[in-house]
């Protein structure tokens, strides 16, 4: 059974930075792509970034400011995020893909505000 941990959300004023971090329970190079998607109040959610393979991509909102890493030894992908505006405001979801199916995390609050 996959699962995925979060950590690293907080509260941050505008042009702040925090990391995410996401550890599953086994080997990452066992899914085909691990990322983010978040969900602020009352939106839809929506992608953020993901990594596939030695690659990634990025939404157009945050690329610029925000960067996907991994460390493969301890299982965990890593969100970097700079230059926070109010607007990244959001849950923010890991995930990993495997095999067809996708896993996710149990979301962690990320709140920019002055």
């Known amino acids: 059974q996959v699962q995925l941990v979060e950590s690293g959300g907080g509260l941050v004023q505008p042009g702040g930075s925090l990391r995410l971090s996401c550890e599953a329970n086994?080997?990452?190079?066992?899914?085909?792509?691990m990322g983010w998607y978040r969900q602020g109040p009352g939106k839809e959610r929506e992608f953020v970034a993901g990594?596939?393979?030695?690659?990634?991509a990025y939404a157009d909102l945050v690329k610029g400011r925000f960067t996907i890493s991994r460390d493969n030894a301890k299982n965990t992908v890593f969100l970097q995020m700079n230059s926070l505006k109010p607007e990244d405001t959001s849950v923010y979801y890991c995930?990993?893909?495997?095999?067809?199916?996708?896993?996710w995390g149990q979301g962690k609050q990320v709140t920019i505000s002055s």
């Open positions: 990594g596939y393979g030695d690659s990634a």
């Open positions: 995930y990993a893909e495997r095999l067809g199916t996708r896993y």
């Open positions: 086994r080997n990452i190079l066992s899914f085909a792509a």
